[in-house]
Structures are given as structure tokens and as C-alpha cells.
């Protein structure tokens, strides 16, 4: 089946330690967007690619990257994860950008 | 400025019962419409959607949805809910047209759906 994935779907990391949550994608979409969701909010949009096109949300925090090397794989660096980045980072996908988003099943990241 | 509106946060029904949860938006022409359901710890799962033509757009798992323009609402039925429904449920409006904001899924705070036995 065609799917959005991600890995891992458990991250623990350390104050201060860059982190990379990976996504992939078997859809062929060329939309892919990170979000950010925290406890019982819904979930926050950090940037997507429009095929190599990057797209940065205005208040997204520096610390956070992403990198698109190819169509089906996105990524998102943290590089100094602080204790409020502790959250669920979900992956979606579409085909346009005015379509419907298909959601991986997320990354729940814990900082120590 | 698109908005959703899910005004009510946190909803109770018995296995069995009907269910609506409501969906207000803001948008300058018509929207495409969606509700996602969301099982903890898990992703979100599209549900339905609306783009244009029939108002009543059925989903999976038995959901429904109809468009109401003059109301500006989007509101999410099931006519028996079971056990395995019970999750957390977001409406969402993207922005069409051009810029940089194009794409952007604008969602509401959600409604957490608790089923009783």
C-alpha cells in the first residue's frame, strides 16, 4: 500500500543534541510537510517543500531544518533540542498543494 | 483570514448513540473542507472531504459530512458510534489560490470524542 512513514516513531534525545526525524513517502506526491504537534493542540505547521522548493513558516524557530534529497524522502534536523521541542512531529504528503494531506503516523520526541 | 472554529472541545456519547460534531469556518470563497480523526499517538487519518459539487460527502467509517454555505459549517455525523471511534477529531480548511501561504491546512483546536460502553 501506498503510505507515509516515519522513523523512528520513538525518539529520545539529550538537552542540547542534534536530532533527525526521517520521512518517507511511497506516493510519488510532491508536497511533503513537517508539523509539530504538542498535547491536545492541533498540530502546528514548521515548513513543507514543493517538490525542491522550500517553504519556511514565519514563526518556526531557527533550530529547526529541513533537508529534501530526493521525492521521497524529507527530514527534519533539530539541531539543539531544547525541553519545549518535546512533542508529536508529524509527516504528510499531498499531491498538489491545494489537496488533500495524507499523514504519516508520527515521531513523538522526548527530551531528557 | 482562514479560520476553523470546533467549538466544542471535548464530547460524550454511548456506543450506539448519534453522533455531531461541529465545524465553523471562515473563508473567502469556497472551501475545501476536511475532517481528520486522530487515535492516540498515531497520525492523522483523512476522514472526508469536500471540494466542490454534492453538499453530503460520505467518509470512511460510516462518517458523513455536510456543506452548508449559508452557515458556513462543515459538521461531521455518524448515525451509531462504536467503541473504536473514540479519538480526537479535527476539522480543516486549506487555502487555494496563490502565494506562499497556498496549501496551508488551517485546522481547529479538535474534539476529543469519548464513547461510553
Known amino acids: 500500500d501506498a503510505m507515509v512513514i516515519q522513523n523512528p516513531r520513538y525518539q529520545v534525545t539529550q538537552f542540547g543534541k542534534p536530532v533527525t526525524l526521517s520521512c518517507s513517502q511511497t506516493l510519488n506526491h510532491n508536497v511533503m510537510y513537517w508539523y509539530q504537534q504538542k498535547s491536545s493542540q492541533a498540530p502546528k505547521l514548521l515548513f513543507h517543500?514543493?517538490?525542491?522548493?522550500?517553504?519556511n513558516e514565519a514563526d518556526t524557530p531557527d533550530n529547526f531544518q529541513s533537508r529534501r534529497p530526493n521525492t521521497s524522502f524529507c527530514f527534519l534536523d533539530i539541531r539543539s533540542p531544547g525541553l519545549g521541542d518535546a512533542a508529536m512531529y508529524l509527516c504528510?504528503?499531498?499531491?498538489?498543494?491545494?489537496?488533500?494531506?495524507?499523514f504519516g503516523p508520527g515521531t513523538r520526541l522526548t527530551v531528557t | 483570514a482562514q479560520s476553523v472554529t470546533q467549538p466544542d472541545i471535548h464530547i460524550t456519547v454511548s456506543e450506539g448513540a448519534s453522533l455531531e460534531l461541529r465545524c465553523n469556518y471562515s473563508?473567502?470563497?469556497?472551501?475545501?473542507l476536511f475532517w481528520y480523526v486522530q487515535s492516540p499517538g498515531q497520525g492523522l487519518q483523512l476522514l472526508l472531504k469536500?471540494?466542490?459539487?454534492?453538499?453530503l460527502v460520505q467518509g470512511i467509517k460510516g462518517f458523513e459530512a455536510e456543506f452548508k454555505r449559508s452557515q458556513s459549517s462543515f459538521n461531521l455525523r455518524k448515525p451509531s458510534v462504536h467503541w473504536s471511534d473514540a479519538a480526537e477529531y479535527f476539522c480543516a480548511v486549506v487555502h487555494k489560490g496563490r502565494g506562499s501561504t497556498l496549501g496551508r491546512l488551517y485546522f481547529g483546536r479538535g474534539t476529543q470524542l469519548t464513547v461510553w460502553p
Open positions: 473563508y473567502g470563497a469556497t472551501p475545501y
Open positions: 504528510a504528503t499531498s499531491r498538489a498543494k491545494d489537496g488533500e494531506q495524507y
Open positions: 517543500y514543493y517538490d525542491k522548493d522550500f517553504n
Open positions: 469536500y471540494f466542490s459539487g454534492d453538499t
